[in-house]
Every structure is written in structure tokens, then in C-alpha cells.
């Protein structure tokens, strides 16, 4: 649905014309060529094809760093200004000097915020001239933001590097409606209450219109904090919305699980390029004294370089699956792709010499000739590769140890309408709240409960295979990365569930069979 149309449809006091986006990168990366000139390249991934359509209906504006430091804005103003002609919204970039960079993204954003977030209290590193860099940065954008938002926008900001906008542009005189999508979890109170700087960072979290989490598991946190710590709030809940009045404004908080362009995701996954190369990985992959007919057994890893996407923890978990399960070896490989990420923080490349290791330690105990257990490859693949590997493999495993949503998992069951693939996914993950049904639920951080679980996959008739796929494919495409856009604004417009609508519950594994026998 257009803004507009939403905006006619809504009721007083909440309507808006013009959406304005803002995020800690625009979608587009602009990179110094020789010679001065600027080279463009322009973002993809579910949130900007979601996005495009609305901004470009509404007139609207994204707001981000362009990639580039401050003394270059405004020589890449003007190819900004050409890119926003192409694209029919305006880009605006903020531009932010190397040591705002290093204090801000790599010091607050990833060492404080991304960790203690995702529950790895352990491995922050709480610099207070972090917190200053990341709230001077945050009032730099809400400065920027107040230039250019007018009467009828609505205001979108996104992610944990900028939650302090909302306060800043408050301070600055903006009523304008705003909104906040947290991208990664919201922590348990108790984890909350460690941050040096948890009051100002709340108080900037309120002082949005809504604020959107992944997942209930989130938006429950975040509500039993707030409650927790402001005496006498009262709760009104419909569906996936609750509202409270906080110094005499409404704060709405939700949840809104964010998906793929499931459309555009099985078309390009169908393309006579992407099947011709899934079936050349398949035979590539195939075991020896495997016929034509029969497909490999591939087990297939996406994931950054990442703590909290417990690489490590899967690599265990399948080193015990070949140890405990004899019948596996020989038939089943793990395709591990690990992306490179945040290579300026020490501590990933620790992570990544663990990983090396355990996949050495792996081939070293089981490899045999025609057969190699774990394929690793640390880089990134081009879209073609990477459709063609969900395409082929057979089961994914995505077992993060905390994870905001995780893509990676949805377009695995969309990259093949008829697939016959399982997906093993973690517990801990927000996707799965919505893929509970179909997918395989563990707990990442137990090895024997992982190891026991790929065996069963790697032995489901495919009639059950195909029952749990149309299951878990049935709900990605009710939900998907257009669902996620106009259910988050038409909260904003106050148009959300009614009232009659389920309070959603967060997801919690179920106990044991036996569990109250004998208590
Ligand atoms: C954050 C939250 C939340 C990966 N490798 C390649 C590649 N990718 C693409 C995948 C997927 C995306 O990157 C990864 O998305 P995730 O959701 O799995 O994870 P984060 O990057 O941690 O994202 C997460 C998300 O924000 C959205 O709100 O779900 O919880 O942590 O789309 O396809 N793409 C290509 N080559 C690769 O090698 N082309």
C-alpha cells in the first residue's frame, strides 16, 4: 500500500506524507577512485527493496554515513544528489571523521552495545570516551535529521548505533511521529542494568512514538525494564502492540519480525544460472560411489565472522554427530561459509583462528579419500553462489547463540519453491518465534542436543521433509519484507491490531516428557 494511502487512511493526529529513513549506512557505498572520483555502488538485501518503493512514493529521504569522512561530504553531495535523481529519494550523508568512526562503531556500537545485547557481558568494554563518541555522533545525525524533517514526515530511525537519536532530536525542538527498529535483541533486565549508561540510552529509547523489536522475546525485555525501573506504568496490549503513557505521551512498543523479499528472493533463485550451478555443487559435493540419482548430503552454514552466530559451538556439534553416529561418515559434509567482519576488532580474529582450527582438527580425525567432512571457505560469494548453495544443500544449520532474526535461515527454505530441505535452526535465534513449526528447534549451546538433532534430519523421509518445508514456507511468504514495512507503519499511524486480537506469547521450548514426575 502507498504511504499516501495510508496516510489518507489514518486517523487524525497520526498522519504522515513523507517517510524519512534513518540508518547508520545509506544504501549505497561511495569508495575513493584515482583521480578524485567517486565510485557508487548501490546497496541490495531485503530493507532497501522493502523501503525503495514507499521513499519513492512518498518523496522521502534516507538519511546515512556514506561510507566517507567529513572533509569529503561535500565534494559526495553532488553524487549523492545525481544517485538520489536515479533512485527518485533523496539521499543525505553525514559524514563522520575517522576517530568518530573508531569511537563510535567500533568502540560503543560493537565492543558495548552488539555484545551485551546478544547476553556476551564478558565481552564488553565499557570506555566511557566510547559512550561520548557514540552520543556525539547520535547528535550529530539527530542535527542532520532536524534540517531536513518538516511537517508530515514520519520519522524511521534503525539500529543499535543510533538510539539516541530519538532524544537528540527532541532536544532540538522535533515533535514529528518517530519510530526506532532495533535490528539485534533486546537484553534481560539484568544485563541492561550492567550498562555504565543504562538511564540516558532508556531515556532516548522513549522518547520515540514506537519502538519495534525482532522479536516478543525483545519487546518483553524491554518491557520489563521499563516497568521494572518507572513505577506505575500501565500496560494496554493488542496483538503484537503495547502501549503505555509515559510523561504524558504514548510510547507503543511491538514486535515485528523482519523477513526477505520473498518474491524477488524465489525468482532470482530460479534462474537457469542458479539451478545449472546448484546441480554443479551437488555433483562436486557428491560422495564417492554415488550415482546420478542420488543427491549429497550437504549440511550448509551462512554466517559472519560473529561471536554470537556460535560457529564454534556447530563446528563441535558436528564433530560429535561423525563421532557418535558411524553411518554418517562418508555420506554427510558441512559446507561452512564464514563472511569477514568487523576485521579491525582483535577479538574476531581470535574467534576466526578457533574456527580454522576446529575445521582442521575435524578433517584431521575423519577426512578420507573422495570424502572431506567440513568444505570452509572464509570470504564472501557472489549472489549466484550463494542461491546456488541453498539450493543444493540439503540441510541448513543455522545455530546462533543469540541472533536479533536471522536471514539467513528464511531464504534457505524460499531459495527453492520445491524444496525438500530441513532446517536445524537455533532456539536463541528471533526466527524461531515464527518457524517453530517447521524447522528443527536446538539449543546451540548443547552439543549433544545439536549432534543427536542433524542425525535426524540426515535420516527424514523426504514426505516429512516436504510437510515441515510447506510449513516453514508458508509463513515466510504471510510474513515477508513488504508485511514487516506496513505493519510496522501502520502502527506508527496508530492503525494496528484491534483489540481483539491474541497477545502474542514469546517462544519457549517445551519441558521434557516425565519433567513433573515424582517433583
Ligand atoms: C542483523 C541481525 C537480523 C551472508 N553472506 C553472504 C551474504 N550474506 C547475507 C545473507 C543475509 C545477510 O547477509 C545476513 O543476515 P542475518 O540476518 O543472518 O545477520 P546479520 O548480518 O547479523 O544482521 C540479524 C538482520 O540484521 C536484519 O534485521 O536478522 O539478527 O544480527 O541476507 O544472505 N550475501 C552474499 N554473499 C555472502 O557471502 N551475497
Not at 86 to 97: K, M, P, Q
Not at 99 to 115: H, I, K, T
Not at 128 to 151: I, M
Amino acid at each position: 500500500m502507498k504511504a499516501r494511502d495510508l496516510a489518507s487512511s489514518a486517523p487524525s493526529g497520526t498522519d504522515f506524507h513523507r517517510l524519512v529513513v534513518v540508518s547508520n549506512r545509506l544504501p549505497v557505498v561511495l569508495s575513493p577512485l584515482p583521480g578524485g572520483a567517486w565510485n557508487l555502488e548501490r546497496g541490495s538485501g531485503g530493507l532497501v527493496t522493502a523501503l525503495q518503493p514507499v521513499l519513492r512514493r512518498s518523496g522521502g529521504l534516507w538519511l546515512g554515513w556514506p561510507g566517507v569522512g567529513e572533509g569529503d561530504t561535500e565534494d559526495i553531495d553532488d553524487v549523492l544528489r545525481t544517485e538520489s535523481e536515479a533512485l527518485g529519494y533523496e539521499l543525505r550523508g553525514v559524514g563522520l571523521t575517522p576517530e568518530e568512526e573508531e569511537g563510535f562503531y567500533l568502540g560503543f556500537s560493537n565492543q558495548v552495545v552488539w555484545p551485551l545485547f546478544h547476553d556476551f557481558q564478558g565481552r564488553c568494554n565499557f570506555r566511557p570516551r566510547y559512550w561520548d563518541a557514540y552520543t556525539s555522533v547520535n547528535r550529530k545525525f539527530a542535527a542532520a535529521l532536524a534540517g531536513e524533517a518538516r511537517q508530515g514526515d514520519f520519522l524511521w530511525i534503525h539500529d543499535y548505533h543510533l538510539m539516541s537519536v530519538g532524544e537528540g532530536i527532541r532536544k532540538l525542538g522535533v515533535t514529528l511521529p518517530a519510530g526506532f527498529f532495533l535490528h539485534i535483541p533486546f537484553p534481560p533486565l539484568d544485563l541492561f542494568l550492567k550498562l555504565p549508561w543504562r538511564f540516558p540510552l532508556l531515556r532516548s529509547l522513549l522518547s520515540y512514538d514506537l519502538v519495534g523489536f525482532q522479536s516478543v522475546r525483545d519487546r518483553d525485555n524491554f518491557l520489563y525494564t521499563v516497568t521494572s525501573l518507572i513505577p506505575g506504568l500501565e500496560l494496554r496490549e493488542r496483538g503484537r502492540l503495547v502501549s503505555m503513557e509515559v510523561a504524558g505521551r504514548t510510547v507503543t512498543v511491538g514486535s515485528f519480525p523482519i523477513s526477505i523479499d520473498v518474491e524477488e528472493f524465489a525468482d532470482a533463485s530460479r534462474t537457469p544460472e542458479v539451478v545449472r550451478k546448484a546441480e554443479e555443487l551437488d555433483v562436486a559435493h557428491r560422495p564417492p560411489g554415488t550415482g546420478p540419482s542420488k543427491r549429497g548430503l550437504i549440511l550448509l552454514g551462512v554466517d559472519r565472522l560473529d561471536y554470537s552466530k556460535g560457529i564454534p559451538h556447530k563446528l563441535r556439534g558436528f564433530r560429535l554427530a561423525l563421532r557418535r553416529y558411524p553411518e554418517l561418515r562418508g555420506r554427510v559434509s558441512l559446507v561452512q561459509l564464514v563472511v569477514p567482519s568487523r576485521e579491525d576488532i582483535p577479538e574476531y580474529h581470535r574467534m576466526k583462528a578457533e574456527i580454522d582450527r576446529l575445521v582442521g582438527e575435524i578433517n584431521g580425525e575423519f577426512s578420507r579419500p573422495g570424502w572431506t567432512p567440513v568444505h570452509y571457505r572464509y570470504g564472501q560469494w557472489d549472489r549466484l553462489e550463494l542461491l546456488a548453495h541453498y539450493r543444493m544443500a540439503r540441510i541448513a544449520l543455522v545455530t546462533p547463540l543469540k541472533d536479533g532474526m536471522n536471514l539467513v535461515a528464511k531464504e534457505f527454505c524460499m531459495a527453492s519453491p520445491e524444496s525438500d530441505g530441513v532446517l536445524i535452526l537455533s532456539e536463541h535465534a528471533g526466527a524461531s518465534s515464527q518457524l517453530r513449526e517447521g524447522a528443527f528447534l536446538v539449543n546451540p549451546y548443547d552439543v549433544e542436543d545439536v549432534a543427536a538433532t542433524i542425525q535426524r534430519a540426515c535420516g527424514l523421509p523426504e514426505e516429512e521433509r516436504r510437510r515441515r518445508m510447506a510449513l516453514l514456507q508458508d509463513r515466510i511468504r504471510s510474513e515477508d519484507i513488504h508485511w514487516w514495512v506496513r505493519t510496522f507503519l501502520d502502527a506508527a499511524k496508530g492503525r494496528g491490531e484491534g483489540d481483539e486480537v491474541e497477545p502474542l506469547k514469546r517462544y519457549v521450548p517445551p519441558l521434557p516428557s516425565g519433567f513433573m514426575e515424582g517433583l
